[in-house]
């Protein structure tokens, strides 16, 4: 494969800090694709999906407090480099036909494929950047009472006014309050503050950004840390870091072959949120909190967040406790059949990882080096909600490579949907990943784990692109919270449909847990 590259290709490579061996890899599932993951069965309440009684959750706060108060370090980590422009994709597509015709605009209004258009001009009053819109359109939002459509949306996207077009999600005004409008990365803050911080008032947050904007969120917090660090008597540790140009895979060409732009030059994309895995790995604490930039609610909705928030933790504290004490029974080589039989049970029926046939019937050295094996990994706990018809991966059983079976987060591109069976399981979840996720990342003897050997490299997913107007094919790494750490213990717990509320596009602002009461 060698051969496909010239001299210049792999200097190209190296310069960038890529590897040789994995961009042949990524050539090789361009032509093979990747393997689907066989599932079981979907995951629910009862059969793989704890549902944590109200009494444990409220007791929880207090006690993870406490595990805090002894010294365990939290951080949260936030993938904040999502640009906003797909939120205003609508918007985008409306200021295209309607050119610069007010007129034009009004009647398009009219038309069923703009119905969110219209309302989102209905409702403008009631968007959290109303008040600086109209600052920016020096108060004018209408002529000859009739909305100035065009300049309105124009005023949103463009630097004339907000460069909502241009921003990230993140540093977009989301919410209301009587001492201005708030930010999703404030939002952030201030929830780190409420469940993330450490025993000396220390609350570490990691973002996630892209180069163009990290001036601009460095702005934002430097602006709104002093103020909630006296609100909340915190001190914040907030740290950013880009995705690495050596995680963007390959494009290639609909032949398979390496895509070269105009120059010559080979052409690499970001690969998607796998390849923050390295951002994530690089993390120091002991426990990390994931979360999404846009999943974030109001003041007055936070408790409930921040209770199960508290109470994930507490989980994931308390499964380490008797995991990290196994290990240790099992490396001391001194412990009874008794002992024995209650680990076997314990990673089988409570961390859900199902053996190989007559993996029990194995002598004893091999059984030692299985549970060994199955439990020194690191473990996270994923928050799931209901599904109520949200796109994107869910909790299942599934078999891995070496025959046993787990938990896992799989989307449904993973899936072989041209499979009945299959696809019949798919259809059958009952929950949905929000992307709510604790992770414990260091092993019994206080050791980061290296996260990037509990991937499973086998998982990805191929799209078609195009650039400079020519086709392409462009590979994404396996998903953050699916193959990127489809080797690590899984854990399932029900978490109300409230802690979930995603901004996807520019009228999801519109729902009530977004607005002011």
């Not at 079981?40 to 006690?63: F, H, N, W, Y």
């Amino acid at each position: 494969m060698k051969k496909m590259f010239t001299k210049n290709d792999l200097e190209q490579i190296i310069n960038r800090g890529s590897n040789l061996q994995e961009i042949e890899k990524q050539i090789s599932h361009f032509r093979k694709g990747f393997p689907f993951l066989k599932v079981l069965r979907p995951a629910t309440v009862g059969d793989g999906i704890i549902r944590l009684e109200d009494s444990k959750v409220s007791l929880a706060v207090k006690q993870f407090t406490q595990k805090v108060g002894e010294g365990l370090k939290p951080a949260k980590f936030v993938p904040a480099s999502g640009a906003a422009s797909r939120m205003f994709q609508s918007l985008f597509s409306f200021a295209e036909e309607a050119g610069n015709s007010n007129e034009k605009a009004a009647r398009l209004l009219h038309e069923e494929r703009f119905k969110s258009v219209g309302q989102f001009f209905d409702q403008l009053s009631k968007f959290a950047f109303y008040k600086k819109l109209t600052v920016a359109l020096d108060g004018k939002l209408s002529e000859n009472n009739q909305l100035r459509y065009c300049e309105i949306i124009d005023y949103v996207l463009s630097d004339k006014g907000l460069n909502y077009g241009f921003l990230p999600k993140g540093l977009l005004d989301f919410h209301h309050y009587l001492e201005g409008p708030r930010t999703p990365v404030e939002e952030h803050m201030i929830e780190g503050a409420l469940y993330g911080s450490d025993s000396q008032g220390n609350v570490k947050l990691h973002f996630t950004v892209s180069t163009e904007h990290l001036s601009l969120f460095t702005q934002k917090i430097a602006q709104a840390a002093p103020q909630l660090e006296i609100k909340f008597g915190v001190k914040y540790d907030i740290s950013f870091s880009e995705q690495k140009p050596f995680t963007d895979t390959i494009a290639v060409d609909p032949e398979n072959n390496p895509f070269r732009l105009s120059d010559g030059n080979l052409f690499f994309r970001p690969a998607g949120h796998g390849a923050l895995l390295d951002n994530l790995n690089e993390i120091e604490a002991d426990i990390l909190f994931v979360k999404n930039i846009d999943n974030v609610v109001p003041d007055r909705l936070k408790e409930e967040t921040v209770r199960y928030k508290m109470a994930l933790a507490l989980l994931l504290t308390e499964y380490q406790v008797r995991i990290f004490s196994y290990l240790k029974l099992l490396e001391s080589n001194a412990f009874s059949d008794q002992q024995l039989a209650e680990i076997i049970e314990f990673t089988e029926k409570e961390l859900c990882i199902e053996p190989i046939d007559k993996q029990y019937d194995a002598d004893d050295s091999t059984l030692i080096h299985y549970l060994h094996r199955k439990l020194n990994r690191p473990i996270r706990i994923c928050g799931m909600v209901k599904n109520e018809g949200e796109p994107g991966g869910g909790p299942f059983w599934a078999q891995n490579d070496d025959g046993t079976v787990s938990l896992q987060v799989v989307e449904s591109s993973q899936i072989d949907q041209k499979d009945p069976g299959q696809k019949a399981i798919s259809n059958q979840a009952t929950h949905f990943n929000p992307v709510d996720l604790v992770c414990g990342v260091r092993n019994y003897q206080g050791e980061k784990f290296d996260l990037l050997k509990y991937r499973d490299p086998e998982t990805g997913f191929i799209s078609s692109k195009s650039k400079d107007g020519k086709t392409l094919k462009a590979q994404e790494l396996p998903g953050l919270w699916n193959g990127a750490m489809a080797d690590w213990i899984t854990l399932f717990v029900e978490v109300p449909i409230i802690t979930f509320n995603p901004v996807k596009t520019i009228n999801d602002l519109l729902r009530s847990e977004h607005q002011p009461l």
